[in-house]
């Protein structure tokens, strides 16, 4: 097992490289010169050069990819452009902001999905499954920035039970696990639960039936097991195919949404990300898509891992 | 179905020292479904007595399996209608209450399954497996229970049991995972074991090894065995009682030895013709001229008449009676004097 997981490590050490590859590379795919994107128009080509020497920008390609790499590593991604602060200023709390929407929306719409997704599958075909199936589709496919202003106005402008906005009192840099705070995250973990709740939903339902059609279940029955003991045999090998995708899910949900984000006011990943772009911030872009796509390898990895200690005929020596 | 009244008589006017432990009158299965019902059981009585050993002959299709999972209530609750009566070791197994049938199953009666391959859990450990069988019907605490697993394994003549309790289905040869399906079906000793084509699946040389251990087994625990096969000499090795199934039902039943040297229905005859007495090991049935009857619609005749040749049109009138020509032979043929002295 021990020996298992060291190899996935390795597996994934070429899958990072290639990824600081991408990113550092994100300067030169632009389609305008970086320098020159932060420059005033009236500054002297002497000046130019200048910052680009500052910047590095003067050396061979492979290089400035090492140098960066080193610093990177190191934990530092330079300064936004924008702010004149470390990106990693920037980035830190940011993604504290989105992991708390994407840790409890994964939680959610997980616990969800395995209860539904087994009912609508042990009733198959039944009104119920018919159901849940639309309910699922329904849940990927509608516009979930639409159904986030739904509830604003019913919970928040309506009711008034709920904050429309924002991570309560306070800047976005202090977080508390009080009431307040976590009445904010109410709305936003439900509109982000929408397409992961979906997406689960009918990965357990297509999979749990899968595993209801092998011969081993009427052996677990024949056994005289409880109905609840065969639902345990049939949801543990099942597990691997929905963790796998709720892995993907979680993934997904790391990189924040940029319209969930926008309609709540909620200065995470989503929000850095766009407003980076926007800004052409190139280092606070190459941070954040960095240590994204470095969380989503580990996301990949862990499930890995999880897949194997869930399923022994998955190879671990 | 008033056709088949006369054979539960006949049953129950059989007399028995010892009650049976194994009841069955009248089954019929049908399966439902939007486009068409199959009528894979229709009329099958029998009664099988402590330590017996039953196997039921047939070809592919003619209900062997069904009737087996009758007897367990294993079958698909939504599309299965099953009718009569079958009463195992005292306990009406059709009106039981889905909790009291899982006590029934696998305390009193348990079932081997044709392929080892899938059968088993493939993520629980083989310990596991019998494990909690044994735990879901006897409170003992889990050391115990394994130390029974462990007892299991060597019973069933697994090599290095310690270690494989701790293996998984996949990391055992068929083989071995049919002695590791055969230990947990046994796991709290049943009274009456159902084994469905358990040794089809399996090499010729490991098939034998299981066939005896299984013989072996029966004996040692004095259970009841009903073994569903193809094989003749599977039937001959194992059976003290054979019954022939056709078309969802025992068209032939009588004593090993007799039946073999001395078939009675034309089906059965069929089925034999190609076998020399003696040589019959390890043969498997020899297809007959036709086809199989299908089962969504079948005749109010005797079904086996379109591919008999000594049908005649009294054949057709109607399915045709048991016919009892000697003690414990039955035949469900209206013409077994006569073809008996044509040959
Ligand atoms: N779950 C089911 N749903 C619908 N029809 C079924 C089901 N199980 C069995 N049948 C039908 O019932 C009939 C009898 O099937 P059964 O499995 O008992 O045959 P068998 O004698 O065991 O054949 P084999 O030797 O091939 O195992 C077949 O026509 C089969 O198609
Ligand atoms: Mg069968």
Redesign the pocket.
């Known amino acids: 097992m021990a020996n298992y997981i060291l190899r996935r490590l390795l597996y994934a050490i070429p899958i990072a490289i290639g990824v600081t590859v991408i990113c550092f590379s994100l300067i030169y795919l632009g389609p305008s010169d970086p320098i020159a994107a932060v420059m005033p128009d009236e500054a002297s080509a002497a000046d130019v050069q200048r910052i680009r020497e500052a910047y590095g920008f003067d050396k061979p390609v492979p290089v400035q990819y090492a140098l960066w790499l080193m610093r990177a590593v190191q934990g530092d991604f330079g300064n936004s452009l924008q702010s004149n602060r470390p990106v990693l200023d920037e980035l830190i709390p940011a993604l504290q902001n989105t992991l708390r929407l994407a840790v409890f929306a994964a939680a959610l719409s997980f616990a969800i999905a395995v209860v539904v997704g087994s009912v609508a599958a042990y009733s198959q075909g039944t009104w119920l499954d018919k159901t849940v199936t639309s309910f699922a589709i329904t849940g990927v496919s509608v516009p979930h920035y639409w159904v986030a202003i739904m509830l604003v106005i019913v919970f928040a402008v309506e009711l008034g039970w709920l904050p429309a906005m924002g991570m309560g009192t306070g800047s976005s840099r202090d977080w508390a696990w009080d009431a307040e705070h976590m009445k904010a995250l109410i709305l936003p973990v439900i509109s982000l639960s929408l397409i992961p709740a979906g997406i689960i939903t009918r990965t357990t339902r297509a999979s749990v039936l899968e595993v209801l059609s092998h011969d081993y279940v009427e052996t677990l029955r024949a056994k005289g097991l409880s109905e609840a003991t065969v639902l345990r045999h049939v949801l543990k090998n099942a597990s691997p195919t929905v963790l796998a995708v709720t892995g993907l899910q979680f993934g997904h949900l790391l990189g924040g949404s940029i319209l969930i984000e926008t309609v709540f006011v909620w200065p995470g990943t989503g929000f850095l990300l766009n407003e980076s772009i926007f800004k052409r911030d190139l280092p606070v872009l190459q941070g954040t898509i960095l240590v994204l796509a470095m969380f989503f390898v580990f996301v990949n990895l862990t499930v890995d891992i999880m897949q194997t200690w869930l399923d022994p005929r998955i190879k671990r020596d | 179905m008033a056709e088949t009244m006369g054979l539960v008589q006949d049953v129950s006017a059989t007399p028995s020292r010892v009650p049976p432990i194994v009841q069955v009158d009248d089954l019929h299965?049908r399966?439902v479904?939007k486009d068409a019902t199959?009528y894979?059981?229709n009329g099958v009585s029998f009664t099988l007595d402590p330590g017996e050993v039953l196997c039921i002959l047939?070809?592919?299709?003619?209900?062997?399996?069904?009737?087996?999972?009758a007897l367990m209530r294993l079958?698909?609750r939504k599309?299965?209608v099953i009718n009569g009566r079958v009463i195992v070791d005292g306990h009406d197994i059709l009106s039981l209450s889905t909790s009291a049938l899982s006590r029934v199953r696998g305390e009193i009666v348990s079932m081997i399954f044709?392929e080892p391959m899938t059968a088993l859990d493939p993520v629980y450990s083989i310990g596991e497996q019998i494990t909690e069988t044994v735990r879901r019907h006897e409170k003992i605490g889990r050391a115990a229970a394994e130390a029974r697993a462990l007892e299991l394994l060597e019973l069933v003549q697994i090599p290095s049991a310690k270690r494989r309790l701790k293996a998984f289905p996949h990391e055992l040869s068929g083989g071995l995972r049919q002695r590791a399906m055969i230990a947990i079906a046994l796991s709290c000793r049943p009274r009456v074991l159902l084994a469905?084509?358990p040794t089809t699946a399996l090499d010729a040389t490991v098939q034998i090894q299981i066939l005896l251990l299984l013989r072996q087994l029966q004996k040692e625990l004095g259970m009841s065995v009903i073994f569903?096969t193809?094989d003749l000499g599977v039937a001959g090795e194992i059976a003290d009682r054979i019954t022939v199934?056709y078309g969802?039902r025992f068209v032939e039943e009588g004593p090993t030895t007799a039946v073999m040297r001395d078939p009675l229905h034309p089906y059965t005859r069929g089925l034999l013709a190609s076998t020399v007495h003696g040589q019959m090991h390890r043969e498997r049935l020899r297809t007959i001229e036709g086809s199989p009857p299908n089962?969504e619609m079948l005749p109010a005749a005797c079904s086996f008449a379109p591919r008999c040749r000594y049908a005649v049109d009294r054949c057709l009138e109607g399915v045709p009676d048991l016919h009892r020509p000697f003690p414990n032979r039955s035949a469900r043929c209206i013409r077994l004097e006569e073809i008996g002295s044509m040959t």
């Open positions: 299965v399966f479904s199959v894979a059981v047939g070809e592919s299709g003619s209900g062997k399996s069904v009737t087996l999972r079958l698909p599309r299965a044709q469905d084509e569903v193809h199934m969802g089962m």
